[in-house]
């Protein structure tokens, strides 16, 4: 059985940084693509980044890019989202999840490419 199981989210002021961790089990982890997903209160979830099973494509939404990265560790099954300059706007339920394939697909920012969700962390930005 697949399981995700983010961690790192917390209460951070704007401008600062976090780094939230996906480890993953149940899963030969290095095969598939995984992603990053968020949901801000009241709003639809929306698609944050991706990374390739290799980690040699990234896609990132353009509301984070130059301030996220993301990154994976293959040997520990972990995916890794280096939030910096966070902004109130970031404020938001993290989720990561494992892509159906192991490419990234062309519709790789819809949610319906990921099979597998963690339970998501909590990140708050206050200004």
């Known amino acids: 059985q697949v399981q995700l199981v983010e961690s790192g989210g917390g209460l951070v002021q704007a401008g600062g940084s976090l780094r939230l961790s996906c480890a993953a089990s149940?899963?030969?982890?290095?095969?598939?693509?995984m992603g990053w997903f968020r949901q801000a209160q009241g709003k639809e979830r929306e698609f944050v980044v991706c990374?390739?099973?290799?980690?040699?494509?990234?896609y990132y939404a353009e509301s984070v890019k130059g301030r996220f990265t993301i990154s994976r560790d293959n040997a520990k099954n972990t995916v890794y989202l280096q939030m910096n300059s966070l902004k109130p706007e970031d404020t938001a339920v993290y989720f990561c999840?494992?892509?159906?394939?192991?490419?990234?697909?062309?519709?790789?920012?819809?949610?319906?490419?990921?099979?597998?969700w963690g339970q998501g962390t909590q990140v708050t930005v206050s200004s």
């Open positions: 990374i390739s099973r290799n980690g040699g494509y990234t």
């Open positions: 999840a494992q892509a159906r394939t192991s490419y990234v697909a062309s519709n790789y920012y819809s949610s319906s490419q990921y099979a597998y």
């Open positions: 149940g899963v030969t982890f290095s095969t598939y693509a």
